[in-house]
T-cell receptor, first 114, second 113 residues
């Protein structure tokens, strides 16, 4: 069984400040890891994904994440946030066996303050 | 390339009724998954279909069912609606070419009154 924990339900940050959204996972098998963003009344948009290879993954809109196998973490970072980054962010895992069942964390609401 | 299309976007139904939601995946994608999103439970996996076969099922009662057609379009049905079924229902499609990214539709907002 797999699970995902997003430790922070809400993160307020001032515009142009750095931000880190935390994600820890648990799994007995190899996993793929994802970060998705959701704007109000919208679906989910993929920010970045880790499948294999380099543990530092760069995504869209200046976001990046680092896969840490020993700490079972996949934290999302951005060096300088913008007002438009205000949204809900979801970390997700899936198995690598080819069936596309995602387990999502409970989400972190990022609020960027002017 | 058109994205994942879900219809309708909004629905209001009465307790006890049944509802059918539709999802058209990205052209060429053969896997379609459904998720329920609520403020209390977050995003929960309902089921996944591939080539008209259900491959995975989440922990939902039998009132929730789905199917996939030969053109990969999918429908989910909820019978005997309960107030707790009010949620955003999201559909995601995935290519089978090794890129496991799921592309999500905008969702159907179901309100049960």
């Amino acid at each position: 069984a797999q699970s995902v924990t997003q430790l922070d339900s809400q993160v307020p940050v001032f515009e142009e400040a750095p931000v880190e959204l935390r994600c820890n996972y648990s799994s007995s098998v190899s996993v793929y890891l994802f970060w998705y963003v959701q704007y109000p009344n919208q679906g989910l948009q993929l920010l970045l994904k880790y499948l294999s290879g380099s543990t530092l993954v760069k995504g869209i809109n200046g976001f990046e994440a680092e896969f840490n196998k020993s700490q079972t973490s996949f934290h999302l970072r951005k060096p300088s946030v913008h007002i438009s980054d205000t949204a809900e962010y979801f970390c997700a895992v899936s198995g690598t066996s080819g069936t596309y069942k995602y387990i999502f964390g409970t989400g972190t609401r990022l609020k960027v303050l002017a | 390339k058109a994205g994942v299309t879900q219809t309708p976007r909004y629905l209001i139904k009465t307790r006890g009724q049944q509802v059918t939601l539709s999802c058209s995946p990205i052209s060429g994608h053969r896997s379609v998954s459904w998720y329920q999103q609520t403020p209390g439970q977050g995003l929960q996996f309902l089921f996944e279909y591939f080539s008209e076969t259900q491959r995975n099922k989440g922990n939902f009662p039998g009132r929730f069912s789905g199917r996939q057609f030969s053109n990969s379009r999918s429908e989910m049905n909820v019978s005997t609606l309960e107030l707790g079924d009010s949620a955003l229902y999201l559909c995601a499609s995935t290519s089978q070419t090794g890129n496991t990214e799921a592309f999500f539709g905008q969702g159907t907002r179901l309100t049960v009154v």
